[in-house]
């Protein structure tokens, strides 16, 4: 809400959520005209043109779905849907009704990571050998939800940005701990097709939290194996996007670094802040 209150021509017209006290700080605090506990109750509204579903997952599809043949372009949560039939469903539905369906894949809009794809695709590196994604903290028990399918969407389309490539192979381990189904530790590793390893490492377990990307890369077309050694080595820590201000790393080593301190979004009840 705070991030569509402050974009010119863009008004919220209606939210839903389960919970009372949420509807009740979109009222107070943004103004927002048509209040719902029950998401049909927003996507019937015949003025709204665009919705944005930040659903649980298992609501995705469904949601979207009927938010495509009312017409609506959508913007939805990562993951796109549960699986991927349900996911080329809404895909073949948006491109037969000429709307945008659009998936929350922010680390696209990244400034680091924005920078890192510009040199990557200069050849600045050299070739890429590794990619080494972190993503880890120390979160309660989900019921819902499994730590791939909730934050591998991430680690694909961050690989699939940075390499131009969707992997060859993929191995995966992945298992739960603190409760019966639901996987809560993963570690998965791609082959891409250009022979580069990418690998991701993602809990729900680990008491600190870590957003961070490695990349590996060769120097130069006559390197050696020595080379490795020297590689340009760049981490991130992300997600702070829009505050980094982008240098272009120089030697043979660099470091590409923001905070890792995100800004918080306002909680429901939070006193609005004076200018
Ligand atoms: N892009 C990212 O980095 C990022 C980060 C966090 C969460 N997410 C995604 O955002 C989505 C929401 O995540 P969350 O952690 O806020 O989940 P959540 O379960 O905490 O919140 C979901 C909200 O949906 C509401 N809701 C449930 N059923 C409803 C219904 N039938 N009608 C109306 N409202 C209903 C609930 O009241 C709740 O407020 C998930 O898909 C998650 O994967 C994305």
Redesign the pocket.
């Known amino acids: 809400m705070e991030e569509y209150s402050a974009i010119p021509n863009v008004k919220v017209q209606a939210v ?4 009372d006290k ?1 509807l009740q700080h979109c009222k107070d605090r943004y103004n927002v005209p048509v209040l719902a ?3 049909h109750d927003v996507i019937k509204v015949d003025s709204i043109h665009a919705v944005h579903i ?4 298992s ?2 599809f469904p949601a979207c779905k009927e938010a495509l043949e009312a017409g609506k372009h959508v913007l939805v ?3 796109i849907t549960l699986t991927s039939k349900e996911g080329n469903i809404l895909v073949d539905l948006a491109a037969e009704k000429g709307l945008t369906l659009s998936v ?1 894949h ?1 680390y696209r809009f990244n400034n680091a990571l924005a920078e890192v794809k510009r040199l990557i695709s200069e050849n600045f590196f050299g070739r890429v050998f590794l990619l080494n994604l972190t993503w880890t903290n120390l979160e309660p028990i989900f019921n819902d939800r499994d730590v791939i399918v ?1 934050l591998a969407p ?1 680690y694909f389309d961050i690989v699939n940005y940075m390499l131009d490539a969707w992997p060859a192979k993929i191995t995966c381990v992945a298992k739960p701990y603190r409760q019966k189904e639901n996987p809560e530790a993963t570690y998965i590793s791609c082959e891409m097709p250009n022979g580069a390893i990418a690998h991701a490492h993602l809990n729900w377990l680990s008491p600190k939290k870590v957003r961070s990307i490695e990349l590996v890369e060769r120097t130069g077309r006559r390197s050696s194996m020595r080379s490795v050694k020297r590689s340009r080595y760049t981490n991130l820590a992300i997600p702070t996007s829009s505050e980094w201000k982008g240098t272009t790393p120089s030697g043979p080593s660099c470091c590409i670094s923001s905070s890792p301190s995100r800004t918080r979004r306002p909680r429901p009840g939070t006193p609005v802040p004076s200018a």
Not at 16 to 19: H, P
Not at 54 to 57: A, E, K, M
Request: hydrophobic share 25%; net charge negative; proline share 10%.
């Open positions: 839903s959520d389960l919970m949420n506990n029950d998401y930040c659903l649980p997952n609501l995705h949560e990562k993951p929350g922010i909730d991430h």
